[in-house]
């Protein structure tokens, strides 16, 4: 015979007691950055024969759960008391992980001697439910007296990190990730590692650039906590870690990475839903390949591949990938047709930024430049902010010849109808460029580019039959111009016209005989000035004798080593809209050390009286020969027209403030709507009695607009030193 009783079976005969599995219900409360929930089964439970709660992801069991909180309103709807049925922890993440990694799978499983085993799904996560998660929530937050405080690479795989606090010394914390490969496994990369009073904790990554899931437990396994770093290589000594600074995220504080994630999360968002509008395609210059350039590194190229299904192409290919072998483990199943495109330098690694953000929809076909990020080192090293103004590709042909490509670029590929003509001007940088520390820029030779290479530019519009005007000019402390006279006739120009700003009360029959010996023939005379007059007052007094259209202008104390100076400015002269071209110029000494590669906005200082900002570009940052519009160019070496001249009204400049004349020509030249650019392809020498100011501000003339201000911060290259 046969007995049922509450879910009991009693056996007559036997007097034995089987129990009949229960069934167990399970609640899930909503709520953000919480997993808290309930469950229990049909019936009492006894104490001594608890439900146990396993979280998976996928096929991995992440831990236990742990049923510690009471629920009143539980016992009250189940109509029986027992045990706690309530578990509640932090969760910062664990379903923003799985969507990262695209694993669909996350349930609590539960067992137990008297229950029936069942699997019970989280809900599905919203992917624009990331536009308002936070990341790193163990920042804030401290789990049983244990804080994180600090994240950093100790190398390119092992991640470190610091936890404060001696509250829960019996804890421990494991580290996933995915391995992308066709299985796409999910991978213990730290198991169990302890976290006894401020311990610092390492896991060794699989990659990287992928994300990280964190989970804390309790000594007997319970989950205490759940935490994703979803950017990893934002932290301190990753290779976006530059990133975070040029997107003015101050230092190495991890507050910083998490807040740039969120950001990143709310753009990946759009990328997930719609990645058309982003960048599917990466090309990087094939001009200096070696095929050790980090673009093209496995852990990089997988990410891209893998976690947002872009492609990374050697330039000049049009099907065969690099890295072909990592190409065939990868999981791409998609190839991105009709995408952005992003071309970048050989050294240089593209943002995060560049890649999550979406591009506006219905602008037409362009090729535009952005702005970049140079790190000397990769850990403690100086940092630029590199940015260039949109100009539609146009400094292109303007680039030193045979060398790769010195900055990034978009290039739009629109696949729907053009709605708005206007020019993309992106808000975030393109790249960063990870390099050794360099030399600094000390050259061998007086020459910044070899003498047989045969043309210094993409382009080159020079002739030998060329007519030029030159106007030299003097310093406070008296320097003969007979060094420039002479590396001026081995320019090879057909007709040089020579105008030389001479102090008036010093004497100038020795210059008169050097100009007749140098010179026999060729036009020339002397303007005597007040020996305390600016550049700009000796341009104004000097500029009705110039000749022809084209005027180089020199200071009395440059030389020019590179026969080929006035070929290079006059070539930048003549490209569309350009009024003025300068160069690098070197200081005379065994250091050779740069003095200015024209100027550089640094902002406006409104509180009184506006005025302008500025500071010299150091070369250094460019890395290698360029061309780059900039705010102005130095007099000590400059090519301009006759017009722009004629633009130039008496200031209260000063003899002892040079750079004040320099972006006071230069200031005029935009405002009248040009552009002042600058190579460093060539240098020339000079010997400055009174150094440029590093960094000074001006007085903005009245008539300078709007506009204007607007032109100046849209149209010249920016270059600021931000570590």
């Known amino acids: 015979m046969t007995e049922e009783l509450n879910g009991f079976t009693h056996e007559s005969e036997g007097q034995e007691w089987a129990r009949k599995p229960l069934p167990v219900e399970l609640s899930i409360d909503p709520g953000n950055n919480r997993l808290r929930g309930w469950a229990a089964p049909s019936l009492a439970e006894r104490a001594d024969d608890p439900l146990s709660i396993s979280l998976m992801l996928g096929p991995v069991c992440l831990g236990a759960i742990r049923r510690d909180v009471p629920r009143p309103d539980v016992e009250q709807h189940l109509g029986f008391l027992g045990p706690a049925v309530g578990f509640d922890f932090d969760d910062f993440g664990l379903r923003l992980f799985a ?53 950093w690479f100790e190398s390119h795989r092992n991640l470190s990190f610091r936890f404060d ?40 990554l699989l990659n990287p650039f992928c994300p990280v899931l964190m989970v804390i437990k309790d000594s007997s396994g319970g989950i205490r906590a759940i935490d994703t770093l979803p950017f990893p290589s934002l932290v301190r000594n990753g290779w976006h870690a530059a990133e ?117 929809q219905g602008l037409e076909d362009q090729k535009v430049f952005g702005s970049m990020g140079v790190v000397e080192w990769q850990r403690h090293g100086r940092i630029w902010s590199v940015s260039f103004p949109a100009l539609d590709g146009s400094l292109e042909a303007l680039q030193p010849y045979g060398f790769q490509q010195p900055f990034p670029r978009l290039q739009l590929c629109s696949c729907e109808p053009v709605v708005s003509g206007s020019k993309l001007i992106p808000s975030w940088p393109l790249a960063v460029i990870l390099r050794e520390k360099p030399p600094r820029i000390s050259n061998e030779s007086a020459m910044e580019m070899a003498a047989d290479i045969p043309r210094l530019f993409e382009t080159d519009y020079f002739t030998d039959t060329e007519e030029l005007s030159v106007l030299i000019l003097f310093d406070p402390v008296e320097v003969s111009p007979v060094p420039l006279l002479e590396s001026l006739i081995r320019q090879g120009m057909g007709t040089l016209d020579i105008t030389i700003c001479h102090p008036a009360d010093a004497d100038e029959s020795t210059l008169r005989d050097a100009l007749n010996n140098l010179l026999p023939g060729q036009p020339h005379q002397i303007v005597p000035v007040p020996s305390n007059s600016s550049h700009v007052d000796q341009i104004i007094a000097a500029r009705d004798h110039i000749a022809y259209d084209e005027v180089f202008i020199a200071n009395a104390s440059t030389i020019l080593p590179d026969h080929r100076t006035l070929n290079a400015l006059l070539t930048l002269l003549r490209h569309a809209g350009v009024a003025t071209a300068g160069c690098l110029v070197r200081e005379i000494s065994a250091a050779r050390s740069p003095i200015s590669a024209g100027y550089s906005l640094v902002g406006l200082d409104l509180r009184a009286t506006p005025a302008l900002s500025f500071d010299r570009i150091d070369p250094i940052a460019l890395r290698q020969p360029a061309t780059f519009p900039v705010l102005a160019n130095s007099l000590v070496a400059l090519m301009t027209r006759r017009a722009t001249l004629a633009l130039l009204d008496r200031h209260d400049g000063s003899s002892l403030r040079p750079e004040l004349d320099d972006l006071s020509l230069g200031l005029e030249a935009i405002e009248a709507g040009g552009i002042n650019l600058c190579t460093t392809a060539v240098a020339v020498y000079a010997d400055i009695a009174q150094p440029r100011h590093r960094q000074a501000a001006i007085t903005l003339p009245y008539r300078l607009s709007l506009q204007t201000l607007s032109r100046i911060a849209d149209m010249t290259t920016i270059i600021q030193k931000i570590r």
């Not at 010394?169 to 796409?184: E, M, N, V």
């Not at 590692?193 to 904790?201: F, W």
């Open 99 to 151: 969507c990262l990694s695209r694993i669909d799978d996350i349930c609590l499983s539960t067992a137990g001697p008297t229950v029936e085993a069942a699997t019970h799904s989280l809900p599905p996560f919203e992917i624009g439910a990331m536009k308002t998660l936070t990341p790193l929530g163990l920042l804030k937050k401290s789990i049983g007296g244990i804080r994180l405080v600090d994240v």
């Open 244 to 360: 975070r600074m040029l997107a003015g995220y101050g230092g190495d504080e991890l507050g910083d990475a998490a807040e740039l994630s969120r950001s990143y999360l709310a753009a990946l968002a759009g990328r997930l839903i719609d990645p058309q509008n982003h960048v599917g395609k990466i090309m990087i210059d094939a001009a200096a390949y070696t095929g050790l350039e980090r673009a093209i590194h496995e852990d990089l190229t997988n990410w891209l591949r893998c976690f947002l299904h872009a492609k990374v192409i050697r330039e000049g290919e049009k099907s065969e990938y690099i890295l072909d072998e990592s190409e065939a483990r990868s999981c791409v199943d998609d190839d991105p047709q009709d995408s952005h495109i992003l071309y970048l330098p050989a050294d240089a690694i593209p943002t995060i930024a560049v890649m999550v953000n979406a591009l506006p």
């Open 165 to 204: 606090g001696a509250g829960h010394t019996d804890g421990t914390i494991d580290f996933y990730q995915l391995a992308y490969s066709p299985t796409r496994s999910l991978i213990k990369v730290g198991s169990d590692l302890p976290l006894a009073g401020s311990k610092i904790v390492t896991a060794r």
